[in-house]
């Protein structure tokens, strides 16, 4: 695989994770989280653009499937997104073919790709709404947010109850357990870990684990062999990549962790590869990503 290839899938993943929603009007300021919507914005739009899977995964968990007219190319979940038209990849959106789509409604992530095309669309009068998610109550704020923009409070309202009741469930049957030292990477060459500053290190907390690399400047810090050997990690947990094998991606984990045999992790052979889509996309699913971490480090308590 490429060093290209290696970077993209982590970094998507990453950025996916990204969002505090927060509403603006169209103003003429260049503001974090700014969104476009008309003074009568549509309430119940009918004709809705998605440019990030885990916006998709929002709207069709709030029964809005049907009016997804366009995605990315990197909405994959649920099935029905595979079946809308696409409107340019994650990174690079098609402004021409969000413009055919004739949406009255368009949701974005913030960051420079998007929110390029968020501004353009923004100025020719079309209803957008971007959002940063860096952290799970922000995944709420955006449930939030759309239902209001959509019409659907109530059922948005419902979804972050059942998300919020799963997670807690979980945060409590862990709470006094001895707290399993968890390494999370992202990425192997070269090497790159989940800090303490994630959602990431959210997921690890509340399932009963703690982050087992020290606090870090960076979100995503670069590791050396020192820290590495001495994080003393009981459990590793590696990102898969794309949608290739994941039992062949878990062999390679596995063959590539077998060199630092002093770790805890690897005498114990505790080293797992994790779906990302899942586990690190940052929307209606977390609850099924933080159950599957759970099992990851109290495989005695979960089975």
Same mark, same amino acid.
């Given at each position: +695989? ?12 990453? %950025? ?21 919507? !008309? ?62 789509? !004739?949406?009255?409604?368009? %949701? ?48 948005? !309202? ?14 409590? !049957? ?8 968890? +390494?999370?990477? %992202? ?53 898969? +990549? ?23 992790? %690897? ?37």
């Amino acid at each position: +695989m490429t060093r290209e290839k290696r970077w993209t899938i982590p970094i998507i993943v990453i %950025v996916c994770l990204a969002g505090v929603l927060v509403l603006y009007r169209h103003s003429g300021a260049d503001k974090p989280g700014r969104s476009f919507l !008309k003074p009568a914005a549509v309430v119940r739009p009918e004709r809705i653009v998605s440019l990030a899977p885990n916006l998709t995964e929002i709207l069709f968990a709030l029964g809005l499937g049907g009016k997804v007219v366009a995605v990315s190319n990197n909405c994959d979940y649920p099935a029905g997104a595979g079946e809308k038209a696409k409107v340019g990849t994650f990174w690079q959106p098609n402004t021409e073919a969000i413009i055919a789509a !004739k949406p009255d409604l368009v %949701v974005t992530l913030w960051f420079e790709q998007q929110k390029a095309v968020a501004d353009t669309l923004g100025r020719i009068g079309l209803n957008v709404l971007t959002f940063r998610i860096e952290k799970i109550p922000e995944l709420y704020a955006a449930i939030e947010k759309i239902g209001l923009a959509a019409g659907c409070e109530q059922r948005a !309202k419902l979804l972050n109850g059942n998300i919020a009741g799963r997670l807690n469930a979980l945060r409590g !049957k862990f709470a006094t357990e001895k707290k399993v030292r968890v +390494m999370w990477v %992202v990425q192997t060459e070269p090497l790159r870990l989940a800090g303490r500053d994630t959602f990431i290190n959210q997921l690890i907390e509340l399932t009963g684990g703690e982050n087992a690399i020290a606090p870090t400047i960076q979100q995503y810090p670069p590791v050396g062999t020192e820290e590495l050997l001495t994080c003393g990690a009981e459990v590793i947990i590696q990102s898969a +990549m794309g949608t290739a094998d994941t039992e062949q991606q878990q062999r390679a984990a596995e063959h590539f962790w077998s060199r630092f045999a002093s770790l805890p992790a %690897v005498k114990s052979k505790r080293v797992y590869v994790v779906a990302a889509d899942c586990a690190l996309r940052l929307g209606p699913r977390v609850p099924e990503g933080a159950e599957t971490i759970a099992r990851y480090l109290h495989p005695d308590l979960t089975e």
